[in-house]
């Protein structure tokens, strides 16, 4: 098949969870990627590395370890600068995932009564509740792009949704639930000439597309670790220097001042200035060591593979009679997370009978309910692929749905 990566079975054994059986002692079939990926064995290495040898705070302890600790924490800041050819290594602000960090930029930057905020009616609620606190805060007026009927934004009405006025612009990059590649450079230049910053959820997009935040044109962009091989309880926001120098502190404590007083404090530079307290350091390591093993395998080459894999899958889910497809039928639109129905099962049903033939998909709204809405279904069902699935993997999902509906005797 066309873009599959060809060394797929040697980076299977990347990740020993790969290799385990779950119900009824089959194999896991892991096709829940855009919820949580899987992690290579160089990771957990890394994490386990840096708690037997290498554990202490940092940037406090005047000794060995916690200069030790200190350089890996740092280090794990170079790779994710690199990966995402970010200008500077000190625009890489650590938070505990992409929730944090699109929070941190709604919680901080300054709106007031008559600005205008603009999002998509396909956004996580991670990018959409942020942005609705931050407009009932200030005073500001929230408005969104709608949707298509297959699942793309609807930019008919651009002109009058950007114009003066707009100071910020929220999307995600890829949709976690409609799969959907939004064209975010061109809407990115469109915001700036009229003022606005630009906010990119790049939760889905940093897992399977090359992220270079300069081509890109954003101002902010955000991503998680444990979608891209990492670990879970770490998060990235990356900003440009002049727009992050221009927000307040989002937490106060320790390593985020220059000097305290009981007067007054002041601030120190960034990145730290957002970093207050004990920050994740294992986990920083751990996705230091996930974004190096995926520019290894190359986001070019997994970026391939997700869209042949995703090709497949979406012929498979032709193939079964009843089924409904969310989001783009094109696969060069779309990436590797694909939502759909099944007639007359409900989506919870549907991922109970795959899980008890060892398929791991996932069930609900996938937090994104107005999305779901605007597609007049309350939930679906989700299978997203990565760069270690299989088309047996697909196989094995198709046969899964056959399955369900006999065992509904869906016709």
Not at 68 to 93: G, H, M, Q, W, Y
Not at 96 to 123: S, W, Y
Not at 319 to 336: C, F, N, W
Request: aromatic letters at 6%.
């Amino acid at each position: 098949m066309d873009g599959l990566l060809s060394d797929l079975e040697v980076i299977r054994k990347d990740f020993p969870i790969l290799g385990r059986t779950v119900a009824n002692d089959l194999p896991l079939v892991y096709l829940d990627s855009a919820n949580t990926s899987q992690k290579p064995q160089v990771v957990i290495d890394a994490m386990v590395d840096h708690l037997e040898n290498h554990n202490a705070n940092i940037a406090r302890a005047m000794h060995t370890l916690g200069a030790e600790s200190t350089e890996a924490f740092e280090a794990a800041r170079d790779k994710v600068a690199a990966f995402l050819n970010a200008p500077s290594r000190d625009e890489v602000i650590f938070t505990k995932n992409a929730t944090e960090a699109l929070n941190l930029v709604a919680r901080t930057f300054p709106l007031g009564p008559g600005d205008r905020v603009v999002i998509t009616e396909m956004e996580h609620h991670s990018n959409i509740v942020p942005w609705q606190l931050a407009c009932e805060r200030s005073g500001a007026s929230l408005s969104w792009f709608g949707l298509t009927d297959d699942g793309q934004l609807d930019l008919s009405n651009i002109d009058s949704l950007l114009v003066p006025g707009v100071k910020v612009v929220a999307l995600t990059w890829v949709s976690n639930m409609l799969g959907t590649i939004n064209p975010v450079a061109e809407i990115a230049r469109r915001a700036h000439e009229i003022g606005a910053v630009v906010v990119l959820d790049a939760s889905q997009a940093a897992p399977q597309l090359p992220v270079d935040v300069q081509a890109v044109g954003a101002d902010f962009v955000a991503f998680t670790g444990h979608k891209v091989v990492g670990p879970t309880g770490i998060g990235v926001l990356w900003g440009r220097t002049e727009a992050l120098d221009a927000l307040p502190p989002f937490l106060g404590g320790g390593e985020m001042i220059a000097t305290v007083s009981m007067e007054k404090s002041t601030w120190a530079p960034i990145p730290h200035k957002f970093e207050a307290g004990t920050p994740p350091i294992v986990e920083a390591v751990g996705l230091g060591a996930a974004v190096e093993y995926l520019s290894h395998v190359g986001l070019d080459r997994i970026h391939a593979h997700e869209q042949a894999i995703t090709r497949y899958l979406l012929d498979g889910l032709a193939s079964v009679g009843g089924v409904s497809v969310l989001g783009p039928l094109d696969a060069s639109l779309r990436g590797g997370a694909v939502s759909f129905e099944l007639a007359g099962v409900h989506p919870h049903d549907v991922a109970q009978l795959l899980d008890s033939r060892g398929i791991a998909v996932r069930a609900g709204h996938h937090c994104a309910k107005p999305a779901h809405k605007r597609f007049g279904v309350q939930s679906t069902t989700r299978a997203s692929s990565y760069l270690y699935t299989t088309p047996a993997e697909i196989d094995a999902l198709i046969d899964g749905l056959e399955y369900t509906k006999s065992y509904f005797k869906v016709s």
